[in-house]
T-cell receptor, first 112, second 115 residues
Framework: GDSVTQMEGPVTLSEEAFLTINCTYT??????LFWYVQYPGEGLQLLLK?????DKGSNKGFEATYRKETTSFHLEKGSVQVSDSAVYFC???????????FGTGTSLTVIP | DTGVSQNPRHKITKRGQNVTFRCDPI?????LYWYRQTLGQGPEFLTY????????KSRLLSDRFSAERPKGSFSTLEIQRTEQGDSAMYLC?????????????FGEGSRLTVL
């Protein structure tokens, strides 16, 4: 079945460091791919998405490119801030768009 | 737009008791989803509704779990005869099918603790 595997955390970085959180997927066909973020005390919210191969999603300085050949959707940010501290979830939706599958989440802490 | 609202935010109950969680989605959203999240894991899909129709329920964890959305607006998730393994965060999310952008809007969740 469809699934998502993401890099385990926790990840601790200094402010302005480069961030990569790896995500790979297994799916039938061409799913849509997402990164959701959960800030402390808040619900999950969409960070970015890509709906087809080679698409790049971007938001708030974060980027991820849908790589069909490597079945990956790695999250990157060039310079993290303390306010980026959160749990990041990679997810995919199946071909119907009716079901979403989430990774286990990666906790990021950015220290000043 | 007040967002997705879930109640109660935290429920502590004794094993064997029944519990019910309520979700009020964003008003114009016709799709509503329930997920379960345990510590260190991502959200696990349970069921979803389009309007009042429950279109997928095979992922509900056992026959002790049931969900309703009687008028296509709010939804309830009931767990009967709770077990300690039911302790988790129960998340509700909504979206609008006709303008589906791939975005689920999540509530803050209802945390269940079974003693």
């Amino acid at each position: 079945g469809d699934s998502v595997t993401q890099m385990e955390g926790p990840v601790t970085l200094s402010e302005e460091a480069f961030l990569t959180i790896n995500c790979t997927y297994t799916a039938t066909g061409y799913p849509s791919l997402f990164w959701y973020v959960q800030y402390p005390g808040e619900g999950l919210q969409l960070l970015l998405k890509a709906t087809k191969a080679d698409d790049k999603g971007s938001n708030k300085g974060f980027e991820a490119t849908y790589r069909k050949e490597t079945t990956s959707f790695h999250l990157e940010k060039g310079s993290v801030q303390v306010s980026d501290s959160a749990v990041y979830f990679c997810a995919l939706s199946d071909l119907t768009g009716n079901q979403f599958y989430f990774g286990t989440g990666t906790s990021l802490t950015v220290i000043p | 737009d007040t967002g997705v609202s879930q109640n109660p935010r935290h429920k502590i109950t004794k094993r064997g008791q029944n519990v019910t969680f309520r979700c009020d989605p964003i008003s114009e959203h016709n799709r509503l989803y329930w997920y379960r999240q345990t510590l260190g894991q991502g959200p696990e899909f349970l069921t979803y509704f389009q309007n009042e129709a429950q279109l997928e329920k095979s992922r509900l964890l056992s026959d002790r779990f049931s969900a309703e959305r009687p008028k296509g607006s709010f939804s309830t998730l009931e767990i009967q005869r709770t077990e300690q393994g039911d302790s988790a965060m129960y998340l509700c999310a909504s979206s609008h099918r006709d303008s589906f952008t791939g975005e689920l809007f999540f509530g803050e969740g209802s945390r269940l603790t079974v003693l």
